[in-house]
């Protein structure tokens, strides 16, 4: 089956092109059904790589590249290609939360079950990060951080990015019944006490503000991981499960 996903396009930013991928498609079974892509979950790594095949060639990517996602604050600059081939014993990926390049045709992967993706590009088009943001990204404020080495490194102004935020945990659903432990004062400006809910949305994005982004340069697909069970994998929803990749890279 041919894969699934929510192309998204930044306004003014020739030949850079992202895209969302949806759980329903793939020949993962069970909790991993079906385009699960992750190796670390417990699915088959046979069926795990011929979704990444499918992934790949569904985007028309001769390569990818991902990490082995530790929910921290490490931005990996030309990270290597991840194998696009069968495997019985998954390879091993680099550790860290953030990619970066200014190659074309490598495909930056984020993968996600509710966390959220970020994705960031230079409005001329020759530059591109991902991020994986977590809550524990969210309270590390690895946004902040993870642009301003992605400047650093590529002599970019951050007011000239543009980022959007994928499909993930949305406001009703991130409850934090432990909110004083996990967060603390710093972050009451986005907790409804009432609820015991984060509004991680619009944390993202103010930390993308604070990060020196325009608002007018800041997207996000208001679509809710936990609640769309045909279309996502949800950890919270579901516990295990699989994981869906969200992509960015330079044509």
Same mark, same amino acid.
């Given at each position: 089956?041919?894969?699934?996903?929510?192309?998204?396009?930044?306004?003014?930013? %020739?030949?850079?092109?992202?895209?969302?991928?949806?759980?329903?498609?793939?020949?993962?079974?069970?909790?991993y059904?079906?385009?699960?892509?992750?190796?670390?979950?417990?699915?088959?790594?046979?069926?795990?790589?011929?979704?990444?095949?499918?992934?790949?060639?569904?985007?028309?990517?001769?390569?990818?590249?991902?990490?082995?996602?530790?929910?921290?604050?490490?931005?990996? &600059?030309? !990270?290597?290609?991840? %194998?696009?081939?069968?495997?019985?014993?998954?390879?091993?990926f680099? =550790?860290?939360?953030?990619?970066?390049?200014? =190659?074309?045709?490598?495909?930056?992967?984020? =993968?996600?079950?509710?966390?959220? %993706?970020?994705?960031?590009?230079?409005?001329?088009?020759?530059?591109?990060?991902? &991020?994986?943001?977590?809550?524990? +990204?969210?309270r590390?404020?690895?946004?902040? #951080?993870?642009?301003?080495? &992605?400047? *650093?490194?590529?002599?970019?102004? $951050?007011?000239?990015?543009?980022?959007?935020? *994928? %499909? #993930?945990? +949305?406001?009703?659903?991130?409850?934090?019944?432990?909110?004083? =432990?996990?967060?603390?004062?710093?972050?009451?400006?986005?907790?409804?006490a009432?609820?015991?809910?984060?509004n991680?949305?619009?944390?993202?994005?103010?930390?993308?503000?604070?990060?020196?982004? !325009?608002?007018?340069?800041i997207?996000?697909?208001?679509?809710?991981? $936990? #609640?769309?069970?045909?279309?996502?994998? #949800?950890y919270?929803?579901?516990?295990?499960?699989?994981?869906?990749?969200?992509?960015?890279?330079?044509?």
């Amino acid at each position: 089956m041919a894969l699934s996903f929510i192309p998204f396009a930044f306004p003014g930013a %020739p030949g850079v092109r992202c895209a969302f991928q949806t759980r329903d498609w793939g020949v993962s079974e069970g909790p991993y059904g079906g385009g699960n892509i992750a190796y670390t979950v417990g699915d088959d790594p046979l069926r795990v790589s011929a979704n990444r095949l499918d992934l790949a060639a569904s985007l028309e990517l001769a390569e990818i590249a991902e990490l082995d996602q530790i929910h921290g604050d490490t931005l990996v &600059f030309d !990270p290597p290609p991840s %194998p696009l081939e069968r495997f019985v014993e998954p390879p091993a990926f680099p =550790k860290g939360d953030g990619l970066a390049t200014d =190659k074309p045709g490598i495909g930056l992967i984020i =993968k996600t079950a509710d966390c959220q %993706p970020v994705l960031v590009a230079h409005k001329e088009g020759r530059h591109i990060a991902a &991020f994986h943001i977590g809550w524990r +990204g969210n309270r590390l404020r690895f946004l902040q #951080s993870g642009i301003a080495a &992605f400047c *650093g490194r590529y002599g970019l102004d $951050a007011r000239d990015l543009l980022a959007v935020r *994928g %499909p #993930s945990l +949305g406001p009703q659903r991130s409850e934090f019944v432990n909110y004083g =432990k996990e967060w603390g004062p710093d972050f009451a400006n986005w907790f409804n006490a009432r609820d015991k809910t984060m509004n991680l949305w619009r944390l993202t994005r103010d930390q993308l503000l604070e990060a020196g982004l !325009p608002d007018e340069g800041i997207f996000g697909l208001d679509l809710c991981t $936990a #609640s769309m069970p045909d279309s996502f994998f #949800s950890y919270r929803r579901d516990g295990i499960c699989g994981r869906q990749a969200n992509v960015i890279w330079i044509a």
